[in-house]
C-alpha cells in the first residue's frame, strides 16, 4: 500500500467516524455531561453504569492544565583559591652595574569566588476539580467520562432527549 493511498483510507475513516455528538450542540453537550444519571433514559443508564462498573472510571480523567511543576534550586557557596602572583623588580648588576636584572619575587594570594550549583525539582501537584475534563476518545455523559466508541449505543436515546428538549444549555 502507498503512503497516498494510506492517507486516503485514513482521511475516509475519519470522515465516516467524525464526531459521534455531531447533532447537540456545545451548550447541549455540557448538559448532558452534567445530567444526573437517574435523567438519562434506561439503556443510557446502563452503559453509563457498565463503563463506570466495569472499566476503571478514574482513568479516563484528564486534567487540562500541567500538574507538575519545576523548582529551580540555586546553592551558592564562597570558595577561595590561591593564585601565584609574581613581582619583577629590576635593579643594576653586572660589570661596574651597567646591566638591569630583573629580580622576580613569587608570592600567594587568596581570591574569593562563588561556586553555584543547580538542582531542578519537578513537583507534582494534584489536579483542580474545575480543570477535570474526560481525555481524548471519551465524553462526559451523566457526570461519568464514556468511551466515544459506545455513543452509538446510546445515540438514539440521546437524539431523543434532543428531540424532546430534555438536553438544553
Known amino acids: 500500500m502507498t503512503m497516498f493511498e494510506i492517507f486516503i483510507f485514513s482521511l475516509c475513516i475519519f470522515l465516516v467516524a467524525g464526531d459521534p455528538l455531531e447533532f447537540l450542540s456545545d451548550e447541549e453537550k455540557e448538559h448532558v455531561g452534567k445530567m444526573h444519571i437517574l435523567d438519562l ?3 443510557a443508564r446502563r452503559v453509563v453504569r457498565d463503563v463506570t462498573l466495569h472499566g476503571n472510571a478514574t482513568n479516563h480523567w484528564c486534567c487540562n492544565v500541567a500538574t507538575t511543576r519545576n523548582i529551580t534550586e540555586t546553592h551558592s557557596q564562597l570558595i577561595y583559591t590561591k593564585e601565584i602572583r609574581d613581582r619583577v623588580s629590576h635593579q643594576h ?3 661596574m652595574g651597567l646591566h638591569r ?6 608570592y600567594y594570594v587568596s581570591i574569593p569566588q562563588y561556586k553555584t550549583t543547580y538542582s531542578v525539582k519537578v513537583i507534582q ?3 483542580p476539580n474545575q480543570n477535570l475534563v474526560c481525555c481524548k476518545d471519551y465524553v462526559l455523559v451523566a457526570g461519568s467520562c464514556i468511551p466515544l466508541s459506545e455513543i452509538p449505543n446510546i445515540k438514539d436515546d440521546l437524539i431523543n432527549l434532543h428531540n424532546g428538549g430534555v438536553v438544553v444549555g
Do not use: E, L, T, V
Open 41 to 43: 433514559p434506561i439503556n
Open 93 to 95: 648588576c653586572g660589570f
Open 101 to 106: 636584572c630583573a629580580r622576580h619575587h613569587y
Open 125 to 127: 501537584m494534584s489536579c
